[in-house]
């Protein structure tokens, strides 16, 4: 059982419509991050939020909207996607940015598996 | 930024021990080389890290070269449950600031067959 909990698992949307992941977290971790993930290829690093604030946005397009609401939770809205943007969407936290000195783990949920008709 | 390589697929008879190799040739001295695995259908799991000395959990033991260009992970006894794609990782430091990120390789494919 993972300690990462993401919803919905699976979501079929159109290009035109609006969306949420939500993604969250008990262990008290402050680092959280958004990856995505195309098939047969790994993770790619969207973003990360540390206490809460957005600490590294890697280029992504701004279709994708991150928001972190509390420590607990993160969101990843979602809005006039494209059909390359089908992939699985894996949400993971650590006690604190792997900075200098830290060399906590990520620990990952089992991602939303998101199809852009 | 350093880069992994590792073999695509490997199999492994259900009791032995997995050996899965990693180059890192241009790694540098401050970054560390981490090993996750995915599970199909699962999120990524960490399995274990180490920078220049052998290290070892209750996963894995990861065994590291004395130039540090290359590593090993080896999971003692191979179960069925241990079929998954195992992805060599360093960790990088960024050209600016001081939040280090994990470049991921493409990964080995093991499969364990009974």
């Known amino acids: 059982d993972t300690e990462v909990t993401q919803t919905p698992k699976h979501l079929v949307m159109g290009m035109t419509n609006k969306k949420s992941l939500k993604c969250e977290q008990h262990m008290g971790h402050r680092a959280m991050y958004w990856y995505k993930q195309k098939a047969k290829k790994p993770p790619e690093l969207m973003f990360v939020?540390?206490?809460?604030?957005?600490?590294i946005n890697e280029s992504v397009p701004s279709r994708f909207s991150p928001e972190c609401p509390n420590s607990s939770l993160l969101n990843l809205h979602l809005h006039a996607l494209q059909p390359e943007d089908s992939a699985l969407y894996l949400c993971?936290?650590?006690?604190?940015?792997?900075?200098?000195?830290?060399?906590?783990?990520?620990?990952f949920g089992d991602g939303t598996r998101l199809s852009i008709l | 930024d350093a880069k992994t390589t590792q073999p695509p697929s490997m199999d492994c008879a259900e009791g032995r021990a997995a050996n899965l190799p990693c180059n890192h040739s241009?790694?540098?001295?401050?970054?560390?080389v981490y090993w996750y695995r995915q599970i199909h259908s699962q999120g990524p799991q960490y399995i274990i890290h180490g920078l220049k000395n052998n290290e070892t959990n209750e996963m894995a033991s990861l065994i590291i070269t004395e130039d540090r260009k290359s590593s090993t992970l080896i999971l003692p006894h191979a179960t069925l449950r241990d079929t998954a794609v195992y992805y060599c990782i360093v960790r990088v430091a960024p050209r600016v600031g001081n939040n280090r990120k994990l470049i991921w390789g493409l990964g080995t494919s093991l499969a364990v067959n009974p």
């Open positions: 993971a936290s650590s006690q604190s940015l792997q900075g200098f000195i830290s060399n906590q783990p990520q620990h």
């Open positions: 241009t790694i540098s001295g401050n970054e560390y």
């Open positions: 939020y540390s206490y809460e604030k957005l600490s």
